[in-house]
């Protein structure tokens, strides 16, 4: 399972783009890229998932380099209800022990 | 709504109790991951469990256990429960059994050891 590495706390104001980079260095040839959000208190909740270039959906855009080794998640004008903690998710495995880990995320402050 | 089911939402006991926390995933997944979020951390992976097998073990303690029926709810089993098993414990659910596999989290059970 590829290790992955995200700022730990961002701020923005409100109507600003923001974009989460992850960092993926050994990201292998069948992981996907996932992107989570979760407010306080409650389960994670799918945002985007892509596998290479640029994924767009209707909150966000998951732009993913050549390389692969990193991606970053774009959110267009954010707003307070944007507050949450953002994880990056990277594997595809099959049957095994591999450890499913959603890191500490990004922890997204959006200032009024 | 993720259409994963959680209970109890709340569980207060004391220590050295025992207790199951139940999840009945989205129509159709086969897969079911059990989480494990202290105050302010991260999600802790514990199992993983795919059409009634286990498939995958986290940081699980041997004080807890799980299962998946064939109707593919789960039941994660905590006991000799201790103060620091107080935590948010999430169950997610997805098609298969892979981590490109788009997981949809319940709302969680808070667990309250007092």
């Known amino acids: 399972l590829a290790k992955t590495t995200q700022p730990i706390s961002m701020d923005s104001y409100e109507g600003q783009e923001v974009n989460i980079t992850c960092s993926h260095n050994?990201?292998?040839?069948?992981?996907?890229i996932t992107w989570y959000q979760q407010f306080p208190s409650q389960g994670p909740r799918f945002i985007i998932q892509?596998?290479?270039t640029k994924v767009t959906n209707e909150v966000a855009s998951l732009f993913i380099p050549a390389d692969r080794k990193s991606s970053t998640l774009s959110l267009p004008r954010v707003s307070l209800s944007d507050t949450a903690v953002y994880y990056c998710?990277?594997?595809?495995?099959?049957?095994?022990?591999?450890?499913?880990?959603f890191g500490t995320g990004t922890r997204l402050t959006i200032i009024p | 709504d993720s259409g994963v089911t959680q209970t109890p939402k709340h569980l207060i006991t004391a220590t050295g109790q025992r207790v199951t926390l139940r999840c009945s995933p989205r129509?159709?997944?086969?897969?079911v991951y059990w989480y494990q979020q202290s105050l302010d951390q991260g999600l802790q992976f514990l199992i993983q469990?795919?059409?009634?097998?286990?498939?995958a073990k986290g940081n699980i303690l041997e004080r807890f256990s799980a299962q998946q029926f064939p109707d593919l709810h789960s039941e994660l089993n905590l006991s000799s429960l201790e103060l620091g098993d107080s935590a948010l414990y999430f169950c997610?659910?997805?098609?298969?059994?892979?981590?490109?596999?788009?997981?949809?989290f319940g709302a969680g059970t808070r667990l309250s050891v007092l």
């Open positions: 129509s159709g997944d086969l897969s």
């Open positions: 998710l990277v594997g595809d495995y099959g049957f095994g022990n591999e450890k499913l880990t």
């Open positions: 050994n990201i292998a040839t069948n992981d996907y």
């Open positions: 997610a659910s997805s098609q298969q059994g892979n981590i490109g596999n788009i997981q949809y």
């Open positions: 892509g596998y290479k």
């Open positions: 469990y795919y059409n009634g097998e286990e498939r």
